[in-house]
């Protein structure tokens, strides 16, 4: 569309309702965004109960002494318990 064209339009009945109808379909979705976003914040934390971490491998092996440094930052972070849980060939 033309600037100068754009310029010389006048607002006409049904551009308006046109406009409008923008407006409230808008509107509308901003409710409903505004809506979910109020339920996901009302949403419980996590994790709400002792997380288990399962090692396949034997315990006492390279594979332990990888996750439990990073099971005891999660511990930190999350303020839950992280448990792991060895069990060979899992």
Same mark, same amino acid.
């Given at each position: 569309? #033309? =600037?100068? $064209?754009? *310029? #010389?339009? $006048?607002?006409?009945?049904? #551009?308006?309702?046109?406009? *409008?109808?923008?407006?409230?379909?808008?509107?509308?979705?901003?409710?409903?965004?505004? @809506? *979910?976003?109020?339920? /996901?914040? =009302?949403?419980?934390?996590?994790?709400?109960?002792?997380?288990?971490?399962? #090692?396949?491998? =034997?315990?006492? @092996?390279?594979?332990?002494?990888?996750?439990?440094?990073?099971?005891?930052?999660?511990?930190?972070?999350?303020?839950?318990?992280?448990?792991?849980?060895?069990? /060979? @060939?899992?």
């Amino acid at each position: 569309m #033309n =600037a100068r $064209k754009f *310029l #010389n339009n $006048k607002m006409t009945t049904k #551009n308006f309702f046109n406009m *409008l109808e923008a407006f409230k379909c808008a509107l509308l979705f901003l409710l409903l965004f505004a @809506g *979910l976003t109020r339920i /996901s914040i =009302a949403a419980e934390p996590w994790p709400i109960r002792p997380v288990i971490v399962v #090692n396949p491998w =034997a315990a006492g @092996g390279p594979a332990e002494g990888i996750i439990r440094p990073i099971a005891e930052k999660l511990v930190s972070k999350f303020g839950q318990p992280f448990v792991i849980d060895t069990k /060979s @060939g899992a």
